[in-house]
């Protein structure tokens, strides 16, 4: 049960009604005051809230790279901090962005995927890397540039950057599947 306070559109502020509609426009499952994901959270404080939709909006639909690269960020991100809700949603994202099969449920575990494409692998090594250290090594940062470049290497910088604090809000509010939804990970 997700802690969040039930809202109602009455509830909400001039400030955070507005930016509810303009997040919930062709969303589906949107009821009254209630879109789901981090955007409930994120419509407590529209200013910031703005912005954080913005970033995931470029990051989802105009990044550098392939989305397939963006997305394997988004999983690699959403298994390391166990979101329920990340997870669920952005699988599916995956694997219509052309994500493997293999490489998704090998994420989903925690395990090194056996690659077939160089980018998905440089991905996986830059996200793994960036995630345990901190920082990445010179190795790395090389072997990533030169596949994506470095406005390519900014798009997984933000996306495991971002995609950290989206986790964040989803653990801390314990953000709710959908009904019937199963969850990708176990129970903690």
Not at 58 to 77: G, M, N, Q, S, W
Not at 128 to 151: C, I, M, N, P, Q
Not at 169 to 185: Q, Y
Request: net charge negative; proline share 6%.
């Amino acid at each position: 049960m997700t802690r969040l306070t039930p809202k109602t559109l009455d509830d909400l502020s001039d400030e955070q009604q507005e930016l509810f509609h303009r997040i919930a426009e062709g969303r589906s499952g949107v009821t009254d005051a209630k879109i789901g994901g981090p955007f409930d959270a994120w419509i407590l404080n529209p200013a910031t809230g703005l912005r954080l939709n913005q970033l995931g909006g470029a990051l989802r639909f105009k990044p550098t790279i392939d989305r397939r690269y963006v997305e394997l960020a988004i999983l690699f991100t959403g298994q390391l901090w166990q979101a329920q809700f990340e997870w669920f949603a952005h699988e599916p994202m995956a694997r219509d962005a052309g994500l493997p099969e293999n490489v998704i449920q090998s994420l989903k575990v925690g395990e090194r995927p056996n690659f077939d494409d160089e980018g998905d692998e440089a991905a996986w090594t830059f996200c793994s890397v960036l995630h345990a250290d901190h920082k990445v090594d010179d190795a790395t940062y090389a072997r990533a540039v030169e596949l994506f470049g470095e406005s390519g290497v900014e798009d997984l910088i933000n996306a495991c950057g971002l995609y950290t604090l989206v986790c964040m809000t989803l653990n801390t509010f314990e953000v709710d599947l959908p009904d019937g939804a199963t969850p990708p990970f176990p129970a903690t």
